[in-house]
């Protein structure tokens, strides 16, 4: 059974961080691009970072609002893709998603959802005093 499933999600002040990590089963993670979305209440999913296939070299992209604060890399003995999270704001707040993307001929940093194979089923991040 083909599987990602994300942790790590929680309640963090304002400057905090957190660790999410995206597990895969059933398949080898570094053969695909992996996208992290997140979606908060009455907005629509965005992208916030991904990594292309380990063939593809591993290329990170972070969209402008997490740049400096974000960090995506992978764990392919674990077959586990990680965002290290800093300097946590509020408006970093929703349900954070991992999904997979087969990057031959597309770029994961175009962040379009329907081109991404394999979703988790998220894992809550809250930032709030």
């Known amino acids: 059974q083909l599987q990602l499933v994300e942790s790590g999600g929680g309640l963090v002040q304002p400057g905090g961080s957190l660790r999410l990590s995206c597990a895969a089963s059933g398949f080898t993670l570094d053969s695909y691009a992996v996208g992290w979305f997140r979606q908060a209440p009455g907005k629509e999913r965005e992208g916030v970072s991904c990594i292309t296939s380990s063939g593809r070299g591993n290329y990170a992209d972070y969209v402008d609002s997490v740049k400096g604060r974000f960090t995506i890399s992978r764990d392919n003995a674990k077959n586990t893709v990680y965002l290290q999270m800093n300097s946590l704001k509020p408006e970093d707040t929703g349900v954070y998603y991992c999904?997979?993307?087969?990057?031959?001929?597309?770029?994961?940093?175009?962040?379009?959802?329907?081109?991404?194979?394999?979703w988790g089923q998220g894992t809550q991040v809250t930032v709030s005093s």
């Open positions: 999904a997979c993307l087969a990057d031959y001929g597309r770029f994961c940093s175009d962040y379009v959802p329907w081109e991404y194979n394999y």
